[in-house]
T-cell receptor, first 115, second 115 residues
Framework: DAGVIQSPRHEVTEMGQEVTLRCKPISGHDYLFWYRQTMMRGLELLIYFNNNVPIDDSGMPEDRFSAKMPNASFSTLKIQPSEPRDSAVYFC?????????????FGEGSRLTVL | AQSVTQPDIHITVSEGASLELRCNYSYGATPYLFWYVQSPGQGLQLLLKYFSGDTLVQGIKGFEAEFKRSQSSFNLRKPSVHWSDAAEYFCAVGALKAAGNKLTFGGGTRVLVKP
C-alpha cells in the first residue's frame, strides 16, 4: 500500500521566494496534519484538516504560512515569502480518524532550507 | 494544556543490553499515550499506544511500555537492543475530542547503539 507521499523531499530556496510543499494522504484517511520539525522546537503541529476542512490552524506561525486541502487526496502548505527561520523538515501525516485514535501515518518529510 | 517531557536527549546503549526511555506527561484527564520511532531521514512510525486497561502494553519491534498514573509516566523498554534500534524516539499524548485527533509530542530521545 502506498503511504503518505510528500514532495519535494528537499527544497533549497532563497529568502523571499515562495515555497509550496505537497502531500498526498493515504486513501480513505479523514484527517490530515502538517507538522514542522526543528532542532530547537521539536515537532510542532501547524494545522490539521478533517474531511478537507481546516479544523485547527493555531500552530501556523504567521500569515506567511497557508495550507489548503482542495480534495481528499491532496494538500499543500505554502510559505510566502520564505525566511531563513522557516528552514525545517515539514511532515504531513494522515489518519483514518476515530477508529485509529492517535495512529498517525507520516510521510518521509520535506526538508526545506531557506538561504 | 497537555505536555510531554522526555528527560533524556541522548542515550547510548550497547547492542544486546536493555533499554529504557523515560516519558512524563501532563494532562488533565485520562491520557492517551503513544510512542513513535523516527529512523534517520524518515517519518515517524507508531511503536505502541495506551488508551485504557492493562497498564503494560506491547508494541512492534519487541518494545513495551508501562503506564504509571501515580508517576504520570509512560516509559518505553526493550530487553535486548539491536543495532537497528538506533533512532529517535518520541513520546506523545493525545487530546482526543470529537472533532480532533491531535497529538502533542515530547522533544525526543536519540538512541545510539554501540557494537
Amino acid at each position: 500500500d502506498a503511504g503518505v507521499i510528500q514532495s519535494p523531499r528537499h527544497e533549497v530556496t532563497e529568502m523571499g521566494q515562495e515555497v509550496t510543499l505537497r502531500c498526498k494522504p493515504i486513501s480513505g484517511h479523514d484527517y490530515l496534519f502538517w507538522y514542522r520539525q526543528t532542532m530547537m522546537r521539536g515537532l510542532e503541529l501547524l494545522i490539521y484538516f478533517n474531511n478537507n476542512v481546516p479544523i485547527d490552524d493555531s500552530g501556523m506561525p504567521e500569515d506567511r504560512f497557508s495550507a489548503k486541502m482542495p480534495n481528499a487526496s491532496f494538500s499543500t502548505l505554502k510559505i510566502q515569502p520564505s525566511e531563513p527561520r522557516d528552514s525545517a523538515v515539514y511532515f504531513c501525516a494522515s489518519t483514518p480518524g476515530q477508529g485509529a485514535i492517535g495512529e498517525l501515518f507520516f510521510g518521509e518529510g520535506s526538508r526545506l532550507t531557506v538561504l | 494544556a497537555q505536555s510531554v517531557t522526555q528527560p533524556d536527549i541522548h542515550i547510548t546503549v550497547s547492542e544486546g543490553a536493555s533499554l529504557e526511555l523515560r516519558c512524563n506527561y501532563s494532562y488533565g484527564a485520562t491520557p492517551y499515550l503513544f510512542w513513535y520511532v523516527q529512523s534517520p531521514g524518515q517519518g515517524l512510525q507508531l511503536l505502541l499506544k495506551y488508551f485504557s486497561g492493562d497498564t503494560l502494553v506491547q508494541g512492534i519491534k519487541g518494545f513495551e511500555a508501562e503506564f504509571k498514573r501515580s508517576q504520570s509516566s509512560f516509559n518505553l523498554r526493550k530487553p535486548s537492543v539491536h543495532w537497528s534500534d538506533a533512532a529517535e524516539y518520541f513520546c506523545a499524548v493525545g487530546a482526543l475530542k470529537a472533532a480532533g485527533n491531535k497529538l502533542t509530542f515530547g522533544g525526543g530521545t536519540r538512541v545510539l547503539v554501540k557494537p
